[in-house]
């Protein structure tokens, strides 16, 4: 029931060409960056590994922002045009189909991976660090993207309405991004330390960081950073099941 | 021999009790008339009857299975809900397969093909869903209703909004699937459609059941023997008013 969810997704994507303008934007964008960490005077004196990591960040930042915009209306978008109500007649559970949304919008993001591949083998070229770039951008950005999407059907099932799901989980996105990017020497209060210690996506970029700036590339030295990102899927795991059973208490059609 | 028992269904939005106390039982094969006013109840009694919505108390049984076996009793009904959103940028082939597969069907395309040939559209199966006219839509509903090969038949005003020969089309096939001892529950405002159909009627208001029975069992409960059903209907619903 999953895979026929999924299969509806991934050809609906195909058939409305939602997802081919979003990778196109994102090869776009990825192109301007990479010519620019390349070509420009000031960008190009920085170190390999520090272009590597800066464009790691885009690559993990657009997926998460096309993932987030894709995902809002993909289960929302079954109340929304009214077809909720026949889907859900028939013998399939909400855990079924949820997971069968989930399992598209991760799909999305190794396309928009894929198209990034190109420009990683591009600006990793002459170091050692591909293989490690490619391996750990894969892994921390199907996390994130896994924990995401879950938080986001959640919320779906809460408001069933696109323009809702993706207002809210642009905040979270950007309660969760922004701080990230501040440089550490803002970061003074130990609430500020706290944050930064359980935030999933600083958590990715200091990984990043650790394995393409520090060379700590094995698995093991990068736990303490896996850790967050991992208990962040947990949590958007159970706000999802609650959700779900909530979802199923209240029934598939809303009260009138 | 009952198919659907239902009894002392509650539902309330909020403040507004929307269905009442409300028992009903269908027999297998019968064609049972649903009717009320806007706002009666109608809809979310088929809605918990078909489990989108769960009653805040009563009992619902279909076809022998209780209503908290939900996927058993998806397998044994068919749903033209009044909702009737389509995934446009499909084909009606494409539509109807993804249903046939969710229903685990054997030979998906010989089932749709078949279905499509009885809704009489399989001249245009491979057109997009979002270039059709309302009546194929609505016939196109039908068909998925029917890719279970369904036991009962659930049908939410299934002839709204079509022309005099597109109700027609859908009344002559729903008489043969009748026949063909499909039960169904038909839910219209349409009363003479529905007094041409129907071999029992049950009346609602205010989440209430005001009336059941054949149509001159009606007339007798109202003491009127010529009446249509159209004056049955009013005098029912405004002396409960």
């Known amino acids: ?256 | 021999m009952n198919i659907l028992s239902a009894k002392n269904l509650n539902k309330s939005y909020g403040s507004i009790q929307a269905v009442e106390n409300l028992t009903l039982e269908i027999v297998q094969g019968e064609f049972l008339g649903f009717l009320g006013p806007n706002g009666a109840g109608k809809t979310t009694t088929i809605r918990m009857l078909t489990g989108m919505l769960p009653p805040d108390s009563g009992e619902i049984t279909i076809a022998g299975l209780s209503s908290d076996r939900k996927t058993d009793i998806a397998r044994s009904i068919g749903v033209v809900p009044e909702s009737r959103g389509f995934y446009d940028w499909m084909t009606a082939e494409e539509y109807l397969i993804f249903f046939a597969r969710l229903y685990d069907i054997a030979d998906c395309k010989k089932t749709t093909n078949n279905l499509l040939d009885q809704v009489r559209l399989s001249d245009r199966k491979n057109s997009k869903i979002g270039t059709y006219s309302r009546g194929m839509k609505q016939r196109l509903a039908l068909a998925r209703a029917l890719i279970n090969n369904p036991k009962i038949l659930f049908l939410d005003e299934p002839t709204l909004g079509l022309d005099p020969q597109g109700q027609e089309d859908i009344q002559k096939f729903l008489q043969n699937l009748n026949r063909q001892g499909v039960t169904i529950l038909f839910s219209s405002h349409l009363l003479p459609e529905v007094s041409a159909l129907c071999s029992r009627i049950v009346i609602i208001n205010h989440g209430r059941l005001i009336a059941s029975g054949t149509i001159s069992e009606l007339q007798q409960q109202v003491h009127r023997q010529e009446s249509s059903l159209k004056d049955i209907f009013f005098l029912l619903t405004k002396n409960n008013d």
């Not at chain 1, 991976?113 to 990793?124: D, E, K, R």
């Not at chain 1, 921390?140 to 779906?156: D, H, K, N, P, Y």
């Not at chain 1, 899927?233 to 009260?255: E, N, P």
């Open chain 1, 1 to 256: 029931m999953i895979k026929f969810i999924w299969l509806k997704e991934v050809r609906e994507e195909l058939y409305t060409w939602k997802s081919t303008v979003w990778l196109l934007v994102a090869s776009l964008l990825f192109s301007f960056t990479s010519y620019l960490l390349l070509t420009n005077k000031e960008l190009s004196l920085l170190d390999q590994t520090e272009l590597l990591w800066l464009l790691s960040k885009i690559i993990i930042g657009v997926g998460l922002l096309i993932v987030t915009i894709d995902a809002s209306s993909t289960l929302a978008g079954e109340f929304e045009k009214d077809t909720a109500e026949s889907l859900f007649l028939a013998p399939i559970t909400p855990y079924e189909v949820v997971w069968g949304k989930i399992f598209y919008v991760v799909t999305l993001w190794l396309f928009v991976f894929l198209v990034s591949a190109p420009y990683i083998l591009v600006t990793s070229a002459s170091t050692h660090l591909t293989g490690a770039f490619l391996s750990y951008a894969l892994l921390l950005g199907t996390l994130a993207v896994f924990g995401f999407s879950m938080l986001i059907s959640a919320i779906s099932l809460l408001f069933r309405s696109s323009k809702n799901t993706l207002s809210t989980a642009l905040i979270i996105l950007l309660a969760l991004a922004v701080p990230a990017l501040f440089s550490s020497t803002l970061k003074t209060n130990s609430v500020a330390e706290l944050f930064g210690k359980i935030n999933p996506i600083e958590a990715i970029f200091a990984s990043l960081d650790n394995v393409l700036v520090d060379y700590h590339m094995r698995l093991p030295q990068n736990m303490q950073y896996l850790i967050p990102l991992l208990v962040f899927c947990a949590v958007a795991f159970a706000v999802l099941m609650i959700s779900i059973r909530q979802f199923k208490r209240r029934g598939i059609v809303k009260d009138e």
